[in-house]
């Protein structure tokens, strides 16, 4: 009779343990998707939740949201023999300034000097990195994009 009593009694602490670690396995994974659909959504407040669902309202969200602009780019290869394209014209406006190293250098320090604001960048870029990027709003002028040890490599810059 002991016997049996053990054993019922290990069965049903099995029994309790497995349930307690379901318990505790779902609340997580429940609180995990919420916190991702919150994340994903923008939104500090999570709607539509309910028992056996997690939904959130994605279009409210959306709508909460400030519109994103778009900023055209100018890509510039810096290669063994300086910059190209050597000129751009642009019109006012920011824009990304991109610039591909593949000048086979160890690193090149980019300046981005303007005839009136002097200094405008001065930028370490070593050789693993490869690219360097900035969004730029430029008044109207003309400005020059140098790597510092080579004074012949230049992209003269127009801004209308």
Same mark, same amino acid.
């Given at each position: 009779?002991?016997?049996?009593?053990?054993?019922?009694?290990?069965?049903?602490?099995?029994?309790?343990?497995?349930?307690?670690?379901?318990?505790?396995?779902?609340?997580?994974?429940?609180?995990?998707?919420?916190?991702?659909?919150?994340?994903?959504?923008?939104? %500090?407040?999570?709607?539509?939740?309910?028992?056996?669902? %997690?939904?959130?309202?994605?279009?409210?969200?959306?709508?909460?949201?400030?519109?994103?602009?778009?900023?055209?780019?100018?890509?510039?290869?810096?290669?063994?023999?300086?910059?190209?394209?050597?000129?751009?014209?642009?019109?006012?406006?920011?824009?990304?300034?991109?610039?591909?190293?593949?000048?086979?250098?160890?690193?090149?320090?980019?300046?981005?000097?303007?005839?009136?604001?002097?200094?405008?960048?001065?930028?370490?870029?070593?050789?693993?990195?490869?690219?360097?990027?900035?969004?730029?709003?430029?008044?109207?002028?003309?400005?020059?994009?140098?790597?510092?040890?080579?004074?012949?490599?230049?992209?003269?810059?127009?801004?209308?």
């Amino acid at each position: 009779m002991r016997i049996r009593r053990k054993k019922v009694l290990r069965m049903s602490l099995f029994a309790a343990a497995l349930l307690a670690a379901t318990v505790v396995i779902v609340s997580a994974a429940t609180r995990i998707h919420l916190r991702a659909m919150k994340d994903a959504s923008g939104s %500090n407040q999570l709607t539509n939740v309910t028992a056996g669902t %997690n939904r959130t309202s994605l279009d409210e969200a959306r709508v909460q949201r400030p519109a994103r602009t778009k900023v055209e780019g100018e890509l510039i290869a810096l290669r063994p023999s300086g910059f190209e394209p050597k000129q751009i014209n642009r019109p006012t406006g920011p824009f990304a300034l991109v610039v591909s190293n593949e000048s086979q250098l160890s690193k090149v320090t980019i300046l981005l000097k303007g005839d009136v604001a002097g200094l405008l960048r001065n930028v370490l870029v070593p050789h693993e990195k490869r690219n360097w990027s900035d969004v730029v709003d430029l008044p109207p002028g003309n400005y020059q994009l140098l790597e510092a040890t080579h004074p012949g490599w230049v992209c003269n810059i127009t801004i209308r």
